[in-house]
C-alpha cells in the first residue's frame, strides 16, 4: 500500500512493537528479530478469464513469526493486497495472537485482485492456483490460511480442495471453512461477536450502560454486519453504518433487520430509507458513545481525528488509526481498543474450527461462544490492568504483553 506520509503501514505497526521492547528492555538484535519476517513469498497467479485471456496476478504470503506454533492468518483480495500490507498484517497477527495467548505465530496472505470485477469461476480458479503455488509453505502444522478481506468460506474450500488434491483430505489446512466440509458453527459470527464483547466491557468500565450507548460502525462486511447485529440482540443503539457506497444514519437506532433486508436487495446499505444519508467521512464524526471503524486501514487521521466526538474507539478493522490519530486521541482522553484484541474473535473461534478438525469432533455453538467470551474477556482485562498499572494506553498495553510473550517464547526455544 502506498505510504502515508513517507510511512508503510509495516513501519506504523512496528512503531508499536518498538515501544514494547523499550519497555522490556529488550536489545536491539532481539527486536530486529522480531520485527522480521522469517519467511515472505511473492507468487505469479496466472489466471484464464471466462473469455478466454489470460490475466497475471500478484500473490503473497508472508509468515512473520512461527516461535508459539504454526504460522495462522487469512488470505486478503484486494487491488492494495502488496507485499508492504501484507507483511504489516502479518506482524499484526503475531502479536494477536500472542495477545489472546493461542498457540500460534503470524502470518498473512494476498492476491492483488479486485474480486468484485471476477465472477465465481474465475476467483475458483485464482484461488486454485494461488494455493498451489503456496502449498509447499503451508501444512496443518505448519501455516494454516483463514479468509479475510475479499475471501469467504467457499475461498477456503477451494483452498481446501486443491491443498487436498495433493496431501489427501485434510480438513484443518484452513479454517473459515462451511460447515459442510469441516467448519465451526459460530466461525462467521466470531469477529464481530469478540467486537461486542470487547466493546461491552470497555463501555462498563468507562460507566456506560452497554444497552444506551449510541453505536457508529464503518463498514458493513462480514465483522461490521455481524457486530451491529449481535448489539441490537443485547440491546444496543446502532445510529449509523457505512459501506463503500455510503451509510445511513438514525439517531434513534437503525432497523437493523430490516437494513438486512436492504442490503440483500440493493447490495449496498446506501439508500436505506430508514435513516439519513450520510458519507463514510461523515460518519466518523458523528456524536456517539463508540465508533467502531470496520472497514480499511488508516481511515482516521491527523485531519480528521480532532472532529471525532465519540468517547471510545473499538477498532474492527485491521490498523484502522494512524499513529499520529493515537496520539491525538491519547491527549484528548478518548480510549482506543486496539485491533490485535478487538478483532480477535475469529482467529480465536479459527483456533477452535482447527482443534476441532484434529480431533475430527464437533462443538456445540453454546461451546464455541462461552470459551470465544472466556478467552477474548480474559485478554481484555490483562490489557486494562496492564494500562493501568503502567500509565499506558490500551494499544500500548496490548502490544506489551503481545511482545513480551513471543519474547520469551523465543527465550525458551534458544533462538535468544
Not at 489472546?100 to 475458483?124: H, M, R, T, W, Y
Not at 484484541?341 to 478438525?357: D, M
Amino acid at each position: 500500500m502506498t505510504p502515508q506520509n513517507g510511512v508503510s503501514s509495516f513501519d506504523e505497526v512496528n512503531l508499536s512493537l518498538d515501544k514494547a521492547a523499550d519497555k522490556i528492555g529488550l536489545s536491539d538484535g532481539v527486536r530486529e528479530m522480531l520485527r522480521t519476517p522469517w519467511r515472505e513469498l511473492q507468487v505469479s497467479v496466472p489466471v484464464r478469464m471466462d473469455d478466454d485471456s489470460i490475466r497475471v496476478f500478484n500473490g503473497y504470503r508472508v509468515q512473520h513469526n512461527g516461535v508459539r506454533g504454526p504460522y495462522k492468518g487469512g488470505v486478503r483480495y484486494h487491488p492494495a493486497a502488496d507485499q508492504e500490507e501484507v507483511r504489516a498484517l502479518a506482524s499484526l497477527m503475531t502479536w494477536k495472537n500472542a495477545l489472546v495467548d493461542i498457540p500460534f505465530g503470524g502470518a498473512k496472505g494476498g492476491v492483488q485482485c479486485d474480486p468484485g470485477e471476477l465472477s465465481s469461476d474465475e476467483l475458483n480458479r485464482l484461488t486454485r492456483r494461488y494455493t498451489l503455488n503456496i502449498e509447499h509453505l503451508i501444512g496443518i502444522n505448519r501455516d494454516i490460511p483463514a479468509p479475510d478481506l475479499g475471501t469467504n468460506a467457499q475461498t477456503m474450500a477451494w483452498m481446501m480442495d486443491a491443498y487436498g488434491q495433493i496431501h489427501g483430505y485434510v480438513p484443518g489446512i484452513v479454517t473459515g471453512k462451511p460447515l459442510e466440509v469441516g467448519g465451526s458453527v459460530g466461525r462467521e459470527q466470531a469477529t464481530g461477536r469478540g467486537v461486542v464483547f470487547v466493546t461491552r466491557h470497555a463501555a462498563e468500565d468507562m460507566g456506560m450502560d452497554h444497552s444506551e450507548a449510541r453505536i457508529a460502525i464503518q463498514g458493513f462486511g462480514n465483522v461490521g454486519s455481524w457486530t451491529a447485529s449481535i448489539a441490537c440482540e443485547l440491546g444496543c443503539t446502532v445510529t449509523a453504518v457505512s459501506d463503500v457506497n455510503g451509510g445511513v444514519h438514525n439517531e434513534t437506532g437503525l432497523d437493523i433487520a430490516a437494513l438486512f433486508d436492504h442490503k440483500r436487495e440493493a447490495g449496498t446499505v446506501a439508500g436505506f430509507g430508514g435513516g439519513e444519508s450520510l458519507t463514510n467521512a461523515e460518519l466518523l464524526e458523528l456524536d456517539c458513545e463508540v465508533l467502531i471503524p470496520a472497514a480499511i486501514d488508516r481511515v482516521i487521521h491527523k485531519d480528521n481525528a480532532p472532529n471525532v466526538k465519540a468517547k471510545i474507539i473499538v477498532e474492527a478493522a485491521n490498523h484502522p488509526l494512524t499513529p499520529e490519530a493515537d496520539d491525538i486521541f491519547r491527549d484528548r482522553g478518548i480510549p482506543v481498543i486496539p485491533d490485535i484484541l478487538v478483532n480477535a474473535g475469529g482467529v480465536i473461534v479459527s483456533y477452535f474450527e482447527w482443534t476441532q478438525n484434529l480431533y475430527q469432533h464437533r462443538w456445540t455453538l453454546e461451546e464455541v461462544n462461552d470459551e470465544l467470551d472466556t478467552i477474548i474477556s480474559r485478554a481484555y482485562r490483562e490489557v486494562r490492568e496492564t494500562a493501568r498499572r503502567e500509565g499506558i494506553t490500551y494499544r500500548d498495553a496490548a502490544f506489551l504483553i503481545g511482545v513480551g510473550r513471543v519474547a520469551e517464547a523465543s527465550r525458551i526455544r534458544g533462538f535468544v
